[in-house]
């Protein structure tokens, strides 16, 4: 999926206020910062971005070309009062980028404005072919995928960090989005929960194809094998990715499964989703192995979250990280 | 999803010369034989149904409504040399349907000849709605579901014969397809592997929704959580399902798993297969647990069928039958 997106961003917030409802924002801000102008948020709207606050005729003076919606919500819909905004940015001047599963083109006026104007609107969440089935057939190159306990523990930053730690060292790899944010980023990817669901593991093997036998593909994972809604798009993911290492990913301060009910499904038991990413990932590679865990102690104490990294580390023999803490080094040095 | 797809039908064959391509043909004419007019094959096609080969012309006197395209193929892709026949059949005066992954209307040709005439095109795995994501809800009601060591080991057959084997006793129950055969048989149901992969678990929950507690769903199951085209499938159909009973489907004469490269990949071990079938269905109904085996022994001998299923039987101390020579009674028995 080639993407021209015109870069700088505005990033639409809506009226959001949980943190992790902005992380394609959030996303997007630190990893390419020199790509985003500020930030638009709704009446309403309060999400703990260090972003400026612009009106959209302030973004365009700053040279801002795309309006980027940089919130996601489960299902992927555009509530309708966002609706206004996105008109008067067409008018002033900006073509629009979604992540989102409805379609900008599906709202009537949106999709009337642009035209009068001449604007783009990206859904970076369609892709717009289909993936081959998946071969299971085994592909030069080495993987890395990240796992999780839940949606939103950290997998996407986990492979950015890998990525750039990697690059860093001089060992050729690429990071490989499967998600809106990642793409984004990126560039590129695969929209893996959007395709159609008989062709995930074709996606997870079209977004990571045969590669040079040194080369390590640092795969974004998506969801969960514990999670109701979607362990779909990750065994898929996981089968696809046929990964010579895994990452766990993981956030201590969270009980409850994201997305569902809360206190209706409780985050898996880490030995229990080690076990079972491994028995899944060593169907299409019997060389599947974790090669470290990435927690996001964010909501802990120092001296809380470093005894509790430690004891990890030594229960599991495996680097244990808080990637936005430590770096991701430890991890890097296991895989090289 | 409603059809109203006109029968009765003639089930094109195509040029397939494998009996399993031809699941959906021969699904239809076993179960519902009296919605069938006979066959239609092209040059090389050779396929075992029990019908009587027919030219358009003598579908049509026998009073055929809809030209079905009763074969799959990985990928579900409509080879172009199949367009002609599409072409002189909705001339003759027959409807289409398919269940392939590509559209009729995407064929430029057979949408404008269906135009011409006033004919319809149905897609029965294009589901004309988003199902909403899956939620992990328990509701209410019974429900069974079928489960595979691979593809096509007989899990359509299985989840239809113990439905008619709880009707005939009495007990509320319905059948609830998920693929494309299912669908034309029942006329109602969801193509599971071919909504967006987001929204598996969710198009399950749609399939069998909240219902009478004495009530069952016997549920068609797809793919294989060991299949590494379509474990995404499985897998969200398992969590969506919520299954109180599963029946596990295998065929013992099968070493390779269908559809990937043959020597690739190994049908799982039964107990191996069933422990992680149960390990992701307890994630949405801990009460999960197994009811019967159901052994397709028709590459076998007699005798060594009899022995083979007696041989599970008492290794796994379950009902354990082959459905197309024992019938399903033993596991229904089981079930109530």
Redesign the interface.
């Known amino acids: 999926m080639n993407l021209t997106i015109q870069k700088p961003y505005l990033l639409f917030i809506g009226d959001v206020t949980e943190g992790e409802s902005a992380k394609m924002a959030d996303g997007i801000a630190r990893w390419t910062p020199e790509n985003v102008v500020g930030k638009l948020s709704l009446e309403g709207g309060k999400v703990n971005l260090d972003l400026p606050e612009l009106s959209l005729k302030e973004a365009v003076e700053l040279g801002a070309k795309t309006l980027v919606i940089g919130v996601v919500n489960?299902?992927?819909f555009i509530p309708e009062h966002w609706t206004k905004t996105f008109l008067q940015a067409l008018e002033a001047g900006l073509d629009i980028a979604s992540g989102m599963?409805k379609k900008l083109e599906d709202l009537p006026d949106v999709a009337e404005t642009a035209q009068k104007y001449g604007r783009k609107l990206w859904n970076v969440r369609h892709p717009n072919y289909?993936p081959?089935?998946?071969?299971?057939?085994k592909r030069t190159g080495k993987r890395l995928l990240t796992v999780g306990t839940d949606c939103s523990v950290g997998k996407m930053f986990t492979a950015l960090a890998i990525n750039k730690a990697l690059k860093n060292k001089g060992i050729k790899s690429d990071f490989r989005a499967t998600g809106q944010t990642g793409i984004l980023i990126e560039g590129s990817g695969v929209p893996?929960?959007?395709?159609?669901?008989?062709f995930?593991?074709?996606g997870a093997e079209m977004v990571a194809p045969e590669n040079e036998p040194d080369h390590w593909d640092i795969i974004e994972g998506q969801g969960s094998?514990?999670h109701?809604?979607?362990?779909?798009?990750?065994?898929?993911l996981i089968?696809?990715s046929q990964p010579d290492a895994l990452v766990l990913c993981h956030k201590p301060t969270r009980k409850w499964m994201r997305?569902?009910?809360e206190g209706?499904?409780q985050l898996p038991d880490l030995q229990v989703c080690m076990d079972?990413n491994l028995?899944?990932a060593r169907?299409?590679n019997p060389n599947a192995k974790f090669v470290g865990l990435s927690i996001n102690t964010s909501e802990m104490e120092t001296t809380e979250a470093k005894n509790y990294l430690k004891d990890l580390e030594e229960k599991y023999g495996l680097p244990t990280v808080d990637p936005l803490q430590d770096g991701v080094e430890k991890i890097v040095n296991k895989l090289v």
């Open positions: 489960s299902g992927g599963h289909y081959p089935i998946g071969t299971g057939e893996i929960d959007a395709v159609i669901a008989d995930i593991s074709g094998l514990f109701p809604s979607f362990a779909g798009v990750t065994i898929g089968h696809g997305g569902v009910s209706s499904y079972l028995e899944v169907r299409t």
